[in-house]
């Protein structure tokens, strides 16, 4: 298989901006969250949750990009009818 070499489109400090930016929103304005066992997941974190919106430490978010895969192959969610 060919190596495709990687196209760079926004700069270093772009991409700084754009996560201090997501951080920020994680932090301050909240996620919906559905699922109430990742609700119940994030409380037992420490993650301030209100109703359904988890408020995610910056600590936390940048601990799990960390920790995140590199890369990862996944199939298109496809939900079971009756």
Do not use: W
Not at 32 to 56: D, S, Y
């Amino acid at each position: 298989m060919a190596c495709v070499p990687r196209l760079k489109v926004l700069a270093d400090e772009e991409l700084e901006r754009i996560h201090d930016a997501s951080v920020y929103l994680l932090e301050n304005t909240g996620v919906l969250f559905e699922c109430e066992e990742a609700l119940t997941v994030l409380k037992k974190n420490a993650v301030k949750v209100e109703g359904r919106k988890a408020f995610i430490p910056g600590k936390l978010a940048e601990a799990a990009v960390e920790n995140a895969p590199a890369t990862f192959n996944g199939e298109p969610y496809r939900q079971k009818t009756l």
